[in-house]
Each structure stands twice: as C-alpha cells, then as structure tokens.
C-alpha cells in the first residue's frame, strides 16, 4: 500500500534546511577530510517523515518493496532486510544451523574466517555453537590466503565465511573450487563490499548467502540496516522466521504451515524459534533512493584509489597498498594501507600527524581478530602465526575515501602525506 505524500511545505522546508546546512564539501580554506559525510538528503529524510506520518512505521511493504528491488538490482532471488549488517550475519548463520535447514551446519562444526575480520563476523559463529578457525590473510588483497585455507581444513571443517575486505572481492574462483572440494558451506559476508563484482556477478551470489550493511558510514545506509541475500528459497523461508520472532508471517509459504497446524490461531503461529531482527519501515524508506546513489559513489571512490595508488607509487618502500582481485570490480570501502615492516615510519606518529592536519583515520576492520580478548573466552582453532594480519593491526588503516572527497580533498590528503615524509626527511 503505497504511503500518503507529506505536505508541501513541509516537503519543501525539509528541501530548505537540508540545501542550507549539509554542505559536507571540502573546504580548502580549512581543509579536513573526514572517514565519512552522510549520504543521504532532502528525499530520504522526506521518505522517512512521510512513513511516520502514515504510522505504518514497523516492518511492512516498505520493506518488502526495498528487499524485492535490491535483490533484483544485485542479481538475487531473495532478500531478508534486518536491523544491521551484524544481524544479517546472525541470521545467516542461524539458519545454517536451524534443524530446518537441514541443517546444513551443527554444533561443534568448524567454519574457516580471517583473521582481518570484523567482531560480528566471527561472534554469530560462536554464538551458534560453530568452532572458527581463523586463518591468515594474503598480504596484497587482504582477503583469506586460500592456500593457508587449504590447509587449514581439518575433519570437522564444514564452512567457510571469506569477508569481502573494504570491498575488494575475494578470488571466488579459486574459493569455491576449495570449498566445492572438501563440501564447504560458504557465507560471503560482504558487509563492507556492496556493489563489489567478481567476473561481473555481485559478492554474495557465489556462497549459499551473503551479508550486507547499510550502516550509516557504509557506502549506501538505511541508518542501521542489512541485508541477507540468497537464491535458496528454503533458506530465505528460514530467515523470513528467524527474523521475526519464529513467526510465520513473513513466509511466502504461510498457507502451508498453516495448514499443517490448523488447530493454532495463524496470526500466532510460531513454527521455529527466533530473535527480532527486523527492520523499521523508515530504514526501508531510505533503500530505493539511497541504492539510485550508489554506482556513482562507487565511481567516485574508484576514481580517488586510483589517484592515490597511482601518486603514492613513489612512496612504495614506505607503503603496502590493497591490490584489487583480479577479475574483480572493487567498491572500495576506504583505501586501505599498511606501513611496511621496518620501514622508518612510526605508525602512530604518521597516524597522528594525518590527525592533526584534520584528517581523519582509522585501522583496519578490527585488526587481527584473534587478539581481541572475547575470542579467548570461546572455542576457537588458531591456523598459522597470522603475522600478516597482526602487521595490518599494528601497521594499517585508512583515511576516508568516499562520495564527497572531491578533486581538492584528495590532493589535500596526498599533499599531507609527502608534508609528513619531507619533514622526516625521508624524501
Ligand atoms: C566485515 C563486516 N562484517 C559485519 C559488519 C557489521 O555491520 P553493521 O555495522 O551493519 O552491524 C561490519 C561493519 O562494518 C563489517 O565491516
């Protein structure tokens, strides 16, 4: 049922103040340059006042509408919106593990992650009883090294969930030619990776699920929001229930369980356990217009990474740089670099001084996983030294790179760079 326009000139003060205060441009006269500017204007925050003036604010058609389009727009057959990337995660791997999904994962299972990952990218492992073996990563793409994969795999291995790193797609060739191999369930979590294409097909469509964010600093936001994308119709049934409390309503089934359990009122039919994850209809308002925004965000991203990777070619034996997977369209989430090892370059002094020239950084997704204190506390195998990701830890980060660093913010962000090695005399 399509929502009531909000009043004109409503409409058209929300117009006014939105023209007059979101100015997220460089400015050169008192440069900085910040790890994001918000993305969204005077159409989304009408979309989201229109649904709270309908009162149809829970999920509903809205949502329906924004998860039938986006699987439609990155080529899949169903789409589960929740509450955040993280949730999309816990949905995916609660459904792996629910008995009516075969289950295609049990307790005790292993499931091989990276150790450059993001904590909820290994904490729904944990919390659906599965054991993660976290393994290095490949120190040019920074996504999963498949041959430290390879030989991880051990007689309880039964998963593996490769993050898309900063939206640099991982070699889905080589990855499901492993996992095909040894009957790995795959789950891509490409919840920094949205637009991110491999031989031209979306990140998500390679594994049984993939999981996206629409975080407020993520390419495209719903404010917090995700997405669960996947061509299995059982498995989306059985997120559909998840989702929502262990309810029915949501299944395109209904009627069948229905049916089956005639003697229970159909409004309460609770079929499965579950969790609330689900989306408000005001993140789901935002969907349509912010995904109309996002092939020129990604172009303008490419286009910075390429600036920089291309003027910092001199700077190489100070700098490591994330190198695009080949046959592989990168979204490029930020522009990750990592300070080479030994290399006369303190990184939280290099780190510090980009602060103070006001621009902002940050490291690289959590760093090495297994150092942060809550793995300990749960199972867990540990492949390998995982030095590749403990340099990311101590020697990475990014800056932002996203839709609104324009021309003059991108040579600001270079120019302070070289300021740094000049004045170190290293150049
Ligand atoms: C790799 C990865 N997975 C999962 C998430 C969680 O997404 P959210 O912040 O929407 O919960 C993030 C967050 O940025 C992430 O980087």
């Known amino acids: 049922m399509p929502i009531p326009p909000i009043p004109e000139a409503l409409r058209r003060e929300?117009?006014?103040?939105?023209?007059?205060?979101?100015?997220f441009a460089f400015k050169p006269e008192k440069p900085a340059v910040r790890l994001h500017e918000c993305t969204f204007g005077a159409d989304e925050i009408n979309a989201a006042l229109a649904t709270m003036l309908s009162t149809y604010v829970t999920m509903g058609d809205q949502t329906r509408h924004f998860e039938a389009l986006c699987s439609r727009h990155f080529g899949f057959q169903h789409g589960i919106m929740v509450n955040s990337g993280s949730s999309a995660n816990l949905l995916a791997v609660a459904a792996l593990t629910n008995p009516a999904s075969g289950p295609l994962l049990r307790a005790g299972d292993e499931v091989i992650v990276p150790a450059l990952s993001w904590s909820t990218t290994v904490w729904p492992l944990i919390q659906c009883g599965l054991v993660p073996v976290i393994i290095d990563i490949d120190p040019t793409t920074l996504n999963l090294d498949l041959n430290q994969a390879r030989q991880a795999i051990g007689p309880k291995t039964r998963g593996i969930m490769p993050v898309h790193v900063y939206g640099n797609p991982c070699d889905m060739d080589g990855l499901m030619e492993l996992a095909d191999s040894h009957n790995l369930v795959v789950i891509e979590d490409c919840c920094e990776a949205l637009g991110a294409l491999y031989r031209g097909r979306s990140v998500g469509s390679f594994g049984v699920v993939g999981?996206?964010?629409f975080y407020y600093s993520h390419h495209i936001t719903t404010l917090e929001g995700g997405i669960c994308h996947t061509n299995d119709f059982d498995l989306a049934e059985v997120m559909r229930i998840l989702r929502a409390h262990g309810w029915v309503r949501e299944t395109q089934n209904r009627e069948i369980y229905e049916k089956q359990h005639a003697e229970i009122d159909p409004r309460f039919l609770f079929v499965n356990v579950g969790y609330n994850l689900r989306p408000t209809e005001l993140q789901a308002?935002?969907?349509?217009?912010?995904?109309?925004?996002?092939?020129?965000?990604?172009?303008?991203?490419?286009?910075?990474?390429?600036?920089?990777?291309?003027?910092?070619?001199?700077?190489?034996?100070?700098?490591?740089f994330q190198e695009p997977t080949p046959n592989g369209r990168h979204s490029w989430f930020g522009f990750p670099m990592v300070i080479q090892p030994g290399a006369p370059v303190n990184p939280r002094e290099f780190r510090d001084f980009l602060k103070q020239n006001q621009i902002e950084n940050r490291p690289l997704i959590a760093g090495n996983i297994a150092r942060q204190p809550a793995l300990k506390l749960f199972p867990h195998r540990i492949f390998g030294d995982l030095k590749e990701s403990d340099l990311v830890m101590s020697n990475g980060f990014t800056f932002g790179n996203h839709q609104a660093v324009d021309e003059a913010a991108r040579n600001y962000v270079l120019d302070t760079i070289i300021k740094f090695f000049k004045q170190k005399r290293l150049i």
């Open 285 to 320: 308002s935002f969907g349509p217009i912010q995904l109309r925004k996002l092939e020129k965000f990604i172009e303008v991203r490419a286009d910075n990474a390429g600036f920089w990777r291309e003027a910092m070619r001199p700077l190489e034996k100070f700098f490591r």
């Open 14 to 23: 929300v117009e006014k103040f939105v023209e007059s205060n979101f100015d």
């Open 211 to 213: 999981t996206f964010s």
